[in-house]
């Protein structure tokens, strides 16, 4: 499996546009989810006896291989002008996925370095991920399927089909990207339920790594 191998660094933006100097790109990443927790402790083992998550690069159509914002006008594949993602969308969403998981997950090593024998790994398939305009109306539109492995085994342990759209009142970067971060928050928050209530097996925890 290929994984992820470095964190992507640019600037956070929640829903917020830059004024960007005269010839250079404006540049988003998708905003940190922080999920809130109960009140109620959690106990976490000593770091070298967690199980890792491995988090593999995204697999995105070729059209939104890119670092462009996709705008999808009448069926015609164009970008919006002077943005971007600070990255081509696998990177972005992979670095975003293993930034925002080890933040709400500290009873796992999330991780995308190959190096960690894991006890599970995470896979991101991306359908769309563009905002679509027909005549006045537009919306942003995400539409992807997260897969739960078991990493030693191979087996599928659960899939989440994720489908996400919102119709944007004007057509512009602010909205759009408010939009991106929303959907995407859900998506965490959906990721993390379903770590918390499926727990390891004996056999994944005996297949992790050793210290």
Known sequence: ????????????????????????????????????????????????????????????????????????????????????????????????????????????????????????DLQLEVHDFATIQNGSQATVIMNMDVRLVDATTRDVIKILPYRYSAPLTELNTAQTIEAYNKGWSNLIQEIVTIMKTTPLTKDEMKSGRTS
């Open 1 to 120: 499996m290929k994984f992820l191998s470095s964190f992507v660094v640019a600037v956070v933006l929640s829903g917020c546009s830059l004024v960007p100097k005269p010839g250079i790109e404006t540049r988003y990443v998708l905003a940190p989810v922080q999920i809130q927790t109960s009140a109620m402790s959690t106990v976490i083992m000593p770091q070298k006896d967690l199980p890792v998550l491995g988090i593999a690069r995204p697999r995105v159509p070729v059209d939104l291989r890119t670092n462009q914002l996709v705008l999808i006008q009448n069926g015609t594949l164009t970008f919006y002008e002077g943005k971007s993602w600070s990255a081509p969308l696998p990177d972005t969403l992979g670095a975003a996925m293993i930034r925002d998981l080890a933040n709400n997950l500290p009873e796992w090593i999330v991780t995308g370095d190959n190096a960690l024998k894991s006890q599970r």
